[in-house]
């Protein structure tokens, strides 16, 4: 069964930090391009960040700069480091594994105050 588990969100001010992450278990990690989408209210889903199995990133433009992504194969653990938030980087913020099929965490909250 595969299960993708966030953690990390939750609320801060204007110009700080945080840091998502979400542990995949039940795929073959190393694999997976894994990635963090968001969705906002009433929105579909966007595009934050990826990574492949080899270790390209690609960012969304609104976050080049600000978000960094990474991966730890053996802890099968992919992460978000978020800099400078924004109250627009308000959503939930969704991890996923892909690797011929699409897994998808539950979500976690972030929330930007001004």
């Known amino acids: 069964q595969v299960q993708l588990v966030e953690s990390g969100g939750g609320l801060v001010q204007a110009g700080g930090s945080l840091r998502l992450s979400c542990v995949v278990s039940?795929?073959?990690?190393?694999?997976?391009?894994v990635g963090w989408y968001r969705q906002f209210p009433g929105k579909q889903r966007e595009l934050v960040a990826t990574?492949?199995?080899?270790?390209?990133?690609n960012y969304a433009d609104s976050v080049k700069g600000r978000f960094t992504i990474s991966r730890d194969n053996a802890k099968n653990t992919v992460s978000l480091l978020m800099n400078s938030l924004k109250p627009e980087d308000t959503a939930v913020y969704y991890c996923?594994?892909?690797?011929?099929?699409?897994?998808w965490g539950q979500g976690t909250q972030v929330t930007v105050s001004s």
């Open positions: 990574i492949s199995s080899g270790g390209s990133t």
């Open positions: 039940g795929t073959t990690f190393s694999r997976d391009a």
């Open positions: 996923y594994a892909y690797y011929s099929i699409m897994h």
